[in-house]
């Protein structure tokens, strides 16, 4: 037995990692939000890299806001992450323990003076939760981030990406630097709390990710017009709101009826012009999101999902635009590193379960160039993107040692 396959993480410091960067960004009433370059998210990165330099690991930021510390030798390297910002209300754990993780891993790796052939990046990546850009600093990382779209975003309340990146430091014009070389990521694995039900309920500690699900989002608005509520008949009205109702309604079971188990519609935004109880709704913004580990079937299910909008907008009198605001593609998980994760937690006696990821992740975005896996623990009670995410301290130690373990055997890995 090689003498790495010895070291494990330190729990305490973990811990207080995690409870500490916990309070970056958390308002009085239990409210935790670190939307990407906000002010909090900033002092969450600065933070951040004090932790890393305190630990002798080199830290940086690169061009696109992502941030990196790194251990050993400079090229190729093993890389670990997730994110440090979260979703409005958000709990602790989404993103913040994988980066936590990650960074517990090269100090671990920093301290134990073992010289592997590989390097290892620990990296917080910028705005997975896409406030402005979905998964924007993985994309950047492997390449496929639209410049475009940096210069354009905006956040779901107004907020300009570009101002916010100019007041964080960052060049927006530049973001697309982030790039890195082809062959530079040796390999990916990211830890992350499962975010649904499925390990609690069947007693695993650890999930070994097959494929994480393909989104896109699309933005729908319904127009009619805003006439007295009180003077218009009900048949005579083009009422935008009705109209989108029966849309999410029919949409709903469209995406049941085509879909798999594994499809998700969802409307998380929903917008109304008028804001008066006394006129008649005049125009209603849909976000709409569908998810599925089929792209083909997520493209096929957006399409029918704009022809429905069409049919229902005529059957109430009204207008409607519809677009694609953006999306992540379906990914599969490389063979090599699920059977790494398998490895790992066997030699750990700790008991695996394979599962797709109905969640998104920065893994899907760097499997485009590199061999990437995920590593999942329980989620208490199921429950994620809101405060009381939690998962017992026993299950993240497993699960941190599961990805110090697995990054070990990545960077002695040949080939
Ligand atoms: O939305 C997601 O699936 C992820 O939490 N970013
Ligand atoms: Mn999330
Ligand atoms: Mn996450």
């Known amino acids: 037995m090689a003498a790495w396959e010895s070291l494990r993480i330190n729990l305490d410091r973990l811990r207080s990692d995690i409870e500490n960067l916990s309070k970056i960004g958390r308002a009085p009433d239990g409210n935790l939000t670190r939307h990407a370059f906000s002010p909090s998210y900033e002092e969450a990165r600065r933070w951040l890299k004090g932790r890393m330099t305190e630990a ?118 530049r973001a697309t630097d982030a790039k890195r070389r082809k062959g530079e990521i040796a390999a990916y694995v990211e830890l992350h709390i499962e975010q649904g039900p499925v390990l609690e309920s069947k007693q695993l500690p650890i999930g070994v990710v097959e494929g994480i699900v393909g989104l896109i989002h699309s933005d729908i608005t319904f127009y009619g017009e805003p006439d007295h509520a009180g003077t218009t008949p009900m048949d005579l009205r083009k009422d935008a709101f009705t109209g989108a109702c029966e849309f999410v309604y029919k949409a709903r079971r469209m995406a049941l009826r085509r879909g798999t188990p594994r499809t998700r519609i969802t409307y998380g935004i929903v917008k109304s012009k008028s804001q008066a109880s006394n006129i008649v709704p005049r125009e209603i913004y849909l976000r709409q999101e ?126």
């Open 56 to 173: 002798g690991i080199e830290a940086r930021d690169d061009a696109a806001g992502n941030t990196i510390g790194h251990v050993g030798p400079a090229s190729p390297c093993v890389v670990s992450g997730s994110h440090i910002d979260t979703v409005p209300d958000g709990g602790p754990l989404d993103g913040a323990f994988g980066v936590l993780a990650a960074l517990e891993c090269a100090r671990v790796i920093k301290a134990s003076g073992i010289s592997p052939p590989r390097g290892f990046d620990a990296v917080a990546f910028v705005d997975e939760e896409g406030h402005f850009v979905n998964c924007m600093g993985s994309k950047a990382m492997v390449g496929v981030l639209d410049q475009g779209d940096v210069m354009a975003a905006k956040s779901p309340t107004g907020s300009v990406l570009t101002e916010f990146m100019t007041k964080a430091g960052f060049d927006p014009a």
């Open 290 to 415: 569908i998810r599925d580990t089929d792209q083909a079937l997520v493209n096929r299910l957006v399409k029918a999902s704009y022809r429905l909008a069409e049919k229902v907008a005529a059957e109430y009198r009204l207008t409607v635009k519809y677009g694609q605001a953006s999306g992540i593609k379906a990914a599969l998980m490389a063979p090599r590193v699920q059977d790494t994760i398998d490895d790992a937690a066997k030699a750990l006696g700790l008991v695996t379960h394979r599962m797709p990821s109905g969640a998104g992740h920065d893994a899907q975005v760097i499997a485009r160039v590199a061999d990437a896996g995920m590593i999942f623990v329980p989620s208490e009670g199921g429950r994620s993107h809101r405060r009381d995410e939690w998962t017992d301290w026993k299950l993240l130690e497993q699960g941190a040692n599961v990805l110090l373990q697995s990054v070990l055997r990545l960077m002695h890995a040949s080939g």
